[in-house]
């Protein structure tokens, strides 16, 4: 009778404190996400302003790249701060990635440009990507696993579920607060300093986060294995130092997480970037069709979180997986028809291809900005049409000829700088760019999407496609690397995975990609990574990934 009175209470405080433990849990993947958006929506500015030394398309590829550095060091971050959150506890050790991760963030609103202090512009700027993704390394774990046992059984995908709806609201709050901004200040104006902004606003949504968490207990499973002194005392070594937790590891990750990481990135993230560049829509208008598509997907996040709780978590997983991997092309594809009907119909009617010998044909990718892309006529050729988003194919030549552009039936031959001096080389290739703009524009090509001709319904119905495959994925992900792993080194066991999956597979996604298409001019070709990686995903993951939704997860 005793224990019987003694478990009530605790099951009603409980009861009580769900929301709390939710909402708490959430601020700091939302805070993660609003600093992943906003960075990613500004990465034009950022371009601008910290890599100013290179050419416009090496620039924004290399801002990419210091956006990926955060990612690159999460792995490293998850170890860190997992340990310490199985030796430690949950709570204290997402207090203090929350910090850190926070003013990582902020500081990004005081940094000098490549102007004021040159090449300590962007040093700094990639050291704070890397402390921020540092922190964010252990944050994920500590959230999902707090929220995971502090659930009731049968419900902890419909409650781990929230969490992954913050990815989501953090870019609401994200992309609200840059529309808003451009809106008041003027695109002039914020491009000069205004974008800054909203990395300074993140010390409010910061001190909030903090001052809410600060209110949290313990998590119940992990203090009841403190009580009983049965924490890990190595949770590095237990975790990967034995075969049998360690495979469940990669299992997770090139069963699970890496596919959704690439379907994730690729609907939440390149879809703006494909609207914005390849598409050529304004960035107002792509930032508002993308935030209707995310208000009308949303809710499947937590719909498809509570069906992992009745059905499993893998087979929602791996449907996700297979459909990404058998429908990006033809929905991006036909997004270009929808958002800019005129390029689309350029590029069937009036294909672009160069005609080069590859040997003197550059990557149009330059991370050291020492390549001015005007040593050989192929370069010349390419380099315009990489700055301006243009599809082409290549069309082998033999050695020794001299580049040229076909625009449908037309022929425009690039001019061969061996026969220029400087002066005369500078005057040839602006008049062969002449040429090249006049005669796209003459096959149909755009210079930007004619905004009365955007089908926006048709727009935002794709992108809620899309979504719904990153919210299948993703909704039950969190349930099912919490319930893979014993309690004793969940954090580190289920940190690294995702982190991996997400920082690495994930986040170089967007760098990738572009540098995919700038490789080889065709505006769909960075696809192939995401559906690479989410079929494989759906391989492995059909073939070793365990069904958990069954188990129980305090022990």
């Not at 709390?20 to 990465?43: C, H, N, P, Q, R």
């Not at 119940?220 to 130092?241: C, H, I, N, R, W």
């Amino acid at each position: 009778m005793a224990v019987h009175e003694k478990a009530a209470p605790i099951a009603h405080d409980l009861k009580q404190n769900e929301v709390k433990v939710i909402v708490a849990s959430s601020l700091g993947t939302m805070f993660e996400w609003y600093d992943f958006y906003l960075y990613g929506l500004l990465a034009s500015y950022i371009s601008a302003k910290f890599f100013s030394g290179v050419n416009e398309t090496t620039a924004f590829i290399l801002a990419l790249a210091a956006f990926a550095a955060g990612f690159a060091i999460r792995p490293f971050g998850s170890i860190v701060f997992g340990r310490i959150g199985d030796v430690v506890g949950r709570k204290n050790t997402f207090l203090v990635t929350m910090g850190l991760m926070g003013l990582s963030t902020f500081a990004v609103g005081f940094l000098p440009s490549y102007e004021s202090i040159g090449i300590a512009a962007p040093i700094i700027l990639v050291t704070l990507r890397l402390l921020q993704g540092l922190a964010v390394g252990g944050e994920y774990g500590g959230a999902a696993t707090y929220v995971a046992e502090h659930a009731p059984e049968g419900k902890r995908g419909f409650f781990t579920s929230f969490i992954q709806t913050t990815a989501t609201i953090g870019l609401f709050c994200a992309l609200l607060l840059v529309i808003g901004l451009r809106a008041v200040m003027g695109e002039e104006t914020f491009a000069d300093w205004g974008w800054r902004l909203p990395f300074l606003f993140s010390i409010f949504l910061l001190a909030v986060s903090l001052w809410i968490r600060l209110q949290l207990a313990e998590s119940p499973v992990f203090q009841k294995m403190k009580d009983e002194g049965a924490t890990s005392k190595a949770p590095l070594a237990e975790a990967f130092g034995r075969w049998a937790n360690l495979k469940l590891i990669l299992i997770a990750l090139f069963g699970g997480v890496a596919g959704q990481a690439v379907i994730g990135y690729t609907g939440q993230f390149y879809t703006l970037f494909y609207l914005e560049r390849i598409a050529d829509v304004d960035p107002a208008t792509s930032n508002i069709l993308l935030v209707i598509a995310l208000i009308i997907a949303t809710p499947t996040f937590v719909f498809f979180g509570w069906l992992s709780d009745k059905i499993g978590r893998k087979k929602i997983i791996m449907t996700a997986c297979l459909l990404a991997a058998l429908t990006l092309f033809p929905l991006f594809k036909a997004l270009t028809y929808a958002a800019n009907p005129d390029f689309a119909r350029a590029v069937r009617d009036a294909p672009v291809a160069v005609v080069a010998y590859a040997g003197e044909c550059s990557v149009q990718f330059d991370p050291i900005g020492k390549n001015t892309f005007d040593q050989t006529s192929c370069d010349i050729a390419k380099a315009y049409l990489a700055r301006n988003g243009i599809n082409y194919s290549n069309v082998k030549a033999a050695a020794g000829t001299v580049a040229e552009i076909r625009i449908g039936e037309s022929v425009i031959a690039a001019p061969d700088p061996s026969s220029y001096g400087e002066d005369e080389r500078a005057a040839a290739i602006k008049e062969f760019q002449q040429q090249i703009s006049d005669q796209l524009v003459a096959a149909g090509y755009p210079s930007e999407a004619d905004p009365e001709k955007i089908n926006r319904p048709l727009v935002i119905a794709i992108i809620v496609a899309i979504m719904l495959m990153v919210t299948a994925a993703y909704a039950p992900l969190a349930a099912m690397l919490v319930e893979l792993f014993p309690a004793r080194i969940r954090y580190t066991s289920m940190s690294l995975p995702y982190h991996i999956g997400n920082g690495w597979f994930g986040g170089f996604l967007p760098t990738t990609a572009f540098a995919m298409v700038a490789a080889t001019g065709n505006i769909h070709f960075g696809l192939w990574y995401p559906v690479i990686i989410a079929g494989l995903t759906a391989v492995v993951g059909i073939l070793f990934l365990p069904e958990t939704f069954r188990r129980k997860i305090d022990d």
